[in-house]
């Protein structure tokens, strides 16, 4: 019987013979890649090939080896048998070499995790297509991207060192090893390929589907405002030296009507937006909330560079690709990218005051939508990403809370904390982590921040003892005290009314005549009443069940009513009852406060510049 723990197989020295790659794009319509790996020595016991099960960034075991087909090898003329050991690996028989594997790979995951293929573009992430052979993870990789079938006029995207490549860049790439192989994502296509420099750094953003949008897209703009969010933050990491990480930067952008998130590189980032975010030429100076969001995303995966990729947990230094990596971390490397994100964009002036109070107010509305902000912690929702976060269901409200969402309002909290006190910010807390575990030449680098270093860290920076503060508000699950640090700041927080059907506890959604409830909130007069997910509402008080009709009931309703509701399970007609409770916490509005104290302006200037 195979184990499942695949065996430990000793490194081979970097001067080994490099593992070479091969990826055809023939076959666009069926969306299939055909790889071919040649090895010169191969393990003479019978080499061993594996592929990762999760992708960095992306905390969640994908199984990309479900879409690897037909797995077949020779060396010379000689047909070798091929079996599969496990999940994700693949044993060959003993040769003396060289060893020709070639196989397929399914490609039609739209998403930045994975691969795709078909007449309109093509994307890859290395990690999702490339067997390693085991033993030559520490060896240089050669990868080889053919060109698709003519007459399409694609060119190739990626931050991956070419070697020996034609002006549409296809042709040979090269990594020192598999880790940083399969740390820049191949995007091809008709692209537009908007280049700027950010603190001397060639940067770019390339945009698939080129041939569609060009003319179609303001070009001055997306350079100029991705210049001033790139800047700032290496600013914020380098204020003296001014270098970033890296010797360029890549955006890789995939316009498509369904899809939205990016996710993180060492020197490049995998982004999806809806097209309609892409700011036209003839749009008014605030282009909307679309393109603030794209701006948004791309400033969280530019900020990645630093936290995470280089700053990253013990847990993930380096990651262990074929098993999950718990960490209780991730508020930290995913909540605190994702309080910067959004305030990089309103020291750059890309956002005014009033707009991005409004997105930290979102953020406080949907945390305290979340009942499972009571069950979880912070750190508890970190270690249990793998099992939860990605993957929600009908109770994910009432049991869970976002580590990204509630890491970056902790985030907000902690730096408002220190500077209330007037010893720093949070921007020197960040530093430190950088010139501690992030840098070339970072003492720890190797090692990797530690589940309880941050308090101490904090501490170091900015001369505050905070560890009661993490253990209410990262190990414990206690609120954080958010409306009254920002009256500090001269920032209101103000509770409108609420409404149904989120007052009533319920998400419902309104795609046909009889909305169907998509869950229940922990708690409120619908789970009282005995309302379940995939109800069917039909009438609520004996009237027809809908958004509208609910909003006007609730509205003329008093705490302590019978309420009564018919809803469809199961192919049976239900009536259930239960009273209204009191009104819940409407959702949060934040605003300046018009006159506040002078210490109150001299920190809202200082952390809002308002």
């Not at 960034?57 to 047909?79: I, K, M, P, T, W």
């Not at 003319?215 to 405002?225: C, H, K, P, S, Y």
Request: proline share 7%; net charge positive; aromatic share 8%.
């Amino acid at each position: 019987m195979t184990s499942s723990t695949p065996p430990r197989r000793r490194a081979r020295s970097a001067g080994a013979a490099p593992v070479r790659y091969r990826v055809h794009m023939q076959r666009l319509h069926a969306h299939v890649y055909d790889v071919e790996l040649e090895l010169d020595r191969p393990d003479a016991s019978g080499q061993e090939l594996w592929l990762p099960v999760w992708a960095p960034g992306s905390y969640l075991v994908r199984e990309f080896a479900r879409h690897v087909l037909q797995v077949r090898a020779h060396c010379g003329e000689r047909s070798l048998a091929v079996r599969k050991v496990a999940k994700n690996r693949w044993r060959v028989e003993p040769c003396v070499g060289p060893l020709q594997v070639r196989w397929s790979v399914y490609a039609h995951d739209a998403s930045v995790r994975a691969a795709w293929l078909d007449p309109s573009r093509a994307f890859f992430n290395p990690g999702s297509l490339l067997l390693e052979p085991a033993g030559c993870e520490h060896v240089e990789h050669e990868l080889r991207i053919e060109p698709p079938p003519a007459p399409l006029a694609w060119s190739v995207a990626t931050t991956l060192p070419a070697r020996d490549v034609d002006a549409r860049g296809f042709g040979s790439y090269a990594a020192p090893d598999y880790q940083q192989l399969i740390d820049h994502p191949v995007s091809c296509g008709e692209q537009l390929r908007l280049g700027f420099s950010a603190c001397a750094t060639p940067h770019a953003l390339i945009i698939e589907h080129g041939g569609r949008l060009r003319g179609q897209v303001d070009e001055r703009r997306l350079r100029a405002d991705l210049k001033r969010i790139c800047e700032a933050q290496i600013e914020l990491f380098e204020p003296a030296s001014r270098r970033p990480p890296f010797r360029r930067y890549a955006f890789l952008l995939a316009p498509s009507p369904h899809g939205w998130g990016g996710l993180e590189h060492a020197d490049s980032s995998a982004l999806i937006c809806g097209e309609a975010d892409l700011p036209h030429p003839r749009d008014p100076a605030d282009a909307g909330a679309g393109y603030r969001r794209l701006l948004g995303l791309c400033s969280h995966e530019y900020f990645h560079a630093w936290n995470i990729k280089r700053i990253r947990p013990q847990a993930l230094t380096p990651p262990d690709l074929q098993r999950e990596n718990l960490t209780g971390m991730l508020w930290l490397f995913e909540g605190f990218t994702s309080y910067y994100d959004d305030l990089v964009l309103r020291r750059t002036g890309l956002l005014d005051a009033k707009q991005y109070l409004q997105l930290l107010a979102d953020a406080m509305c949907a945390v305290q939508a979340t009942p499972g902000r009571h069950v979880q912690s912070l750190e508890e929702a970190s270690f249990d990403a793998w099992i939860k976060f990605y993957r929600p269901d009908e109770n994910t409200p009432n049991a869970t809370v976002s580590y990204y969402t509630l890491g970056g309002l902790f985030a907000l909290a902690l730096d408002l904390h220190l500077r209330s006190r007037g010893k720093g910010c949070l921007d020197d807390v960040m530093r430190l982590l950088w010139q501690r575990y992030g840098r070339a030449d970072a003492p720890l680098r190797e090692q990797g921040v530690a589940e309880d270093a941050l308090p101490g860290l904090v501490r170091e920076a900015c001369g505050l003892d905070v560890r009661r503060w993490f253990a209410r508000h990262v190990q414990g699950r206690e609120e954080l005290p958010l409306a009254r640090l920002l009256a500090g700041f001269g920032v209101q927080c103000v509770h409108a009314a609420a409404e149904a059907p989120e007052a009533l506890g319920l998400r419902l959604d309104a795609a046909s005549a009889w909305p169907r409830v998509r869950y229940v909130r922990s708690d409120s007069w619908a789970e009282h009443a005995g309302l379940c997910a995939d109800d069917v509402l039909v009438a609520v008080n004996e009237q027809q069940a809908g958004a509208a009709a609910l909003a006007r009931q609730y509205r003329r309703a008093a705490p302590g009513q019978l309420w009564s509701a018919h809803v469809m399970r199961d192919g049976r007609l239900l009536q259930l009852r239960a009273a209204l409770p009191p009104p819940p916490v409407g959702p949060v509005q934040l605003q300046l406060a018009a006159h506040p104290g002078a210490r109150a302006l001299r920190l809202r200037r200082a952390w809002l510049g308002a």
